[in-house]
């Protein structure tokens, strides 16, 4: 079956113009969460979406960082006026948390390549 | 096509118990192998591996990697409520600067 996929998977970019980045999770999923891999960083947690509840937008370095899920299926990353610090592998991952099977398991996508120039 | 497998996907067990969760893997021109522990949203680094069998210790955790057999081990002695977590596993190789990630272990530790 389909596992989560993102596009693009590279993205390269001038200082101060916004980027979309999408996630398509696996259908059924009602979970998805949004990482950040920085060089010598680790995985930084950005925001996570559960079915129809109000995200936890806790990790969001900053307000130019938005994120949002339509018909709880497809996910955007929205960064706006861009800085170079911006630069990292976005991660996608979602989680098929339900009442009737709860789990955490993360199923990741490839991620996609953001460099700011 | 590269692929992290980690098991079991959840294990409970009770406090003082110890816990071996296994990540294999398959993947081109592997670089290293890392350990996450995910409380909440935020996963915490633990452990980088990129020699076989030289085991990493930090307290009770110690993991070790196998390059010949492509498995990982995280050992949990002696394990504390605060363990309770989501332990995930992911490869580096020299293909890509992209993290390859397993499911995740989901630990819970009851008293």
């Known amino acids: 079956g389909a596992g989560v996929s993102q596009s693009p998977s590279n993205k390269v970019t001038e200082k101060g113009k916004d980027v979309e980045l999408r996630c398509d999770p696996i259908s059924g999923h009602t979970a998805l969460y949004w990482y950040r891999q920085s060089l010598g960083q680790g995985l930084e947690f950005l925001i996570y979406f559960q079915g129809n509840s109000a995200p936890d937008k806790s990790g969001l370095p900053s307000d130019r960082f938005s994120a949002e899920r339509t018909g709880g299926s497809v996910s955007t990353l929205t960064i706006q006026r861009t800085q170079q610090e911006d630069s990292a592998v976005y991660l996608c991952?979602?989680?098929?948390?339900?009442?009737?099977?709860?789990?955490?398991?993360?199923?990741f996508g490839p991620g996609t390549r953001l460099t700011v120039l | 096509e590269d692929k992290v497998v980690q098991s079991p996907l959840s294990l409970v067990v009770h406090e003082g118990d110890t816990v071996t969760l296994n990540c294999s893997y398959e993947?081109?021109?592997?670089?290293?192998l890392l350990w996450y522990k995910q409380e909440k949203k935020a996963p915490t680094f633990l452990f980088m591996l990129?020699?076989?069998?030289i085991e990493k210790k930090s307290g009770r955790l110690s993991s070790i990697l196998d390059k010949k057999e492509l498995f990982s081990i995280l050992n949990i002695t002696a394990t504390q409520t605060g363990d309770s977590a989501i332990y995930l596993c992911a490869v580096e190789t020299y293909n890509t600067d992209k993290l390859i990630f397993g499911t995740g272990t989901r630990l819970q530790v009851f008293p």
């Open positions: 991952a979602s989680s098929p948390i339900n009442r009737a099977t709860p789990t955490d398991t993360q199923y």
């Open positions: 993947v081109t021109n592997f670089r290293s």
């Open positions: 990129t020699s076989s069998g």
